[in-house]
T-cell receptor, first 113, second 116 residues
């Protein structure tokens, strides 16, 4: 059964810093990997989706990479802003065709002005 | 972009009553939707997979008679919490696959249920 781990559980950085969030998974035969952000009391907002044939995706200040051989994905946030403060979750469908997402516990990011 | 609309965003009900939560895909068809539950400071736990035109598939430990799921159309799934108790108080979120990407998931904004 796929297990997804996110490190660190919480991170606090000053505004303007670049930062990296980590996601590791036990089963490298992933279908794709998706990064989400969740604001307190809100649903999830999709940030980036990396399909299994891809190695990275970029959107604005965000860059997500996927290394299936090592079972890792990273989310890089450049020039962090207070508005980036949220919990970031990575998720993997639990096997091609099942369409069930397996979530990590998330990294709670605080960007200090 | 793909939008999943979830209503209500919050609801307070008395113990013993039932509450219905709706999840709609606004600009795409979703043959499969998913219902999650999230406790404070915890990640999302999948409750059930909702399949259009057929019975939902429940995860182990989830009472199907308590959490009734109906997926009557390609754009609407509903979760009804029956005979609610205070321990059912939680944050419920739905999601659907599709929209912007065949492989991506779009989530609703969630429903905060408080049972008093």
């Amino acid at each position: 059964k796929q297990e997804v781990t996110q490190i660190p559980a919480a991170l606090s950085v000053p505004e303007g810093e670049n930062l990296v969030l980590n996601c590791s998974f036990t089963d490298s035969a992933i279908y794709n990997l998706q990064w989400f952000r969740q604001d307190p009391g809100k649903g999830l907002t999709s940030l980036l989706l990396i399909q299994s044939s891809q190695r990275e995706q970029t959107s604005g200040r965000l860059n997500a990479s996927l290394d299936k051989s090592s079972g890792r994905s990273t989310l890089y946030i450049a020039a962090s802003q207070p508005g980036d403060s949220a919990t970031y979750l990575c998720a993997d469908p639990s096997g091609a065709g099942s369409y069930q997402l397996t979530f990590g516990k998330g990294t709670k990011l605080s960007v200090i002005p | 972009g793909a939008v999943v609309s979830q209503h209500p965003s919050w609801v307070i009900c008395k113990s013993g009553t039932s509450v219905k939560i709706e999840c709609r895909s606004l600009d795409f068809q979703a043959t499969t939707m998913f219902w999650y539950r999230q406790f404070p400071k915890q990640s999302l736990m999948l409750m059930a997979t909702s399949n259009e035109g057929s019975k939902a598939t429940y995860e182990q430990g989830v009472e199907k008679d308590k959490f009734l799921i109906n997926h009557a159309s390609l754009t609407l799934s509903t979760l009804t919490v029956t005979s609610a108790h205070p321990e059912d108080s939680s944050f419920y979120i739905c999601s659907a696959q599709g929209g912007d990407s065949t492989y991506g998931y779009t989530f609703g904004s969630g429903t905060r249920l408080t049972v008093v």
